[in-house]
């Protein structure tokens, strides 16, 4: 499925679920390593004439990146695109299982505040807040003391991370389809449940995202695809 299809044909994915249920598995999985990865580029822009549009694979690695209302990113195509991930997903626990998700990254904005998100296709994740718009949750992290937020990560100066969540349940056994979203805030900011300040203002049935605004995403981990 492409980029396109997977988020701006979210808002018409039908028989939505406000919560995922899990299958018990009947022992513990090995580790899962990602199916694929993409870096995303439907939330940042280049300037082409005097039109803001996505990169495409033809858009020259030093052009400049901007929000969608115009303000610079202070980042180029050809380093937004160099970004990397590698992920490897564990259940265990039997009757009770549990998912172990440990995620490492280069090539992020050094310094960035990043929030890590799950979704699910078939059946498809949604997120209760944002009801119709947003289809990812917050991946807790394990560490109790994880900041800026229990579901974000400060990437190091040299644009390196590592980030390790956990859910209740098998995660994988869940839905024909599973992804990671990496989100980056431009704003510096993170709203817990919610991977934007727009989904974070507007909380119900008139929630609006504000994606390409104060929060771009950054990769995609196509986990199980």
Known sequence: MSRSVLWRGAAVLVAAVAAVTFVTPAHAAGPDMADGLEVYSGDVFEIV????????????????????????LNRTWGEWSAATASSVVRSSGGRSPRTDVRLSFAGLVPGGVYSVFWGTLT??????????????????SVDAGQAPDASSFVAAADGTAAFRGKLDGSLLDSALQVFFSVIYHFDGQTYGALPNAGEFQTQGPNCRSSFGEDAMRHLLILQKW
């Open 49 to 72: 004439g005097s039109t803001l549009r996505n990169p495409t694979a033809e858009t020259d690695p030093s052009a400049p990146l901007f929000g969608n209302s115009g303000v610079g």
């Open 123 to 140: 059946p498809d994740s949604e997120n209760p807040l944002c009801p119709g718009v947003e289809r990812t949750l917050a991946l807790p």
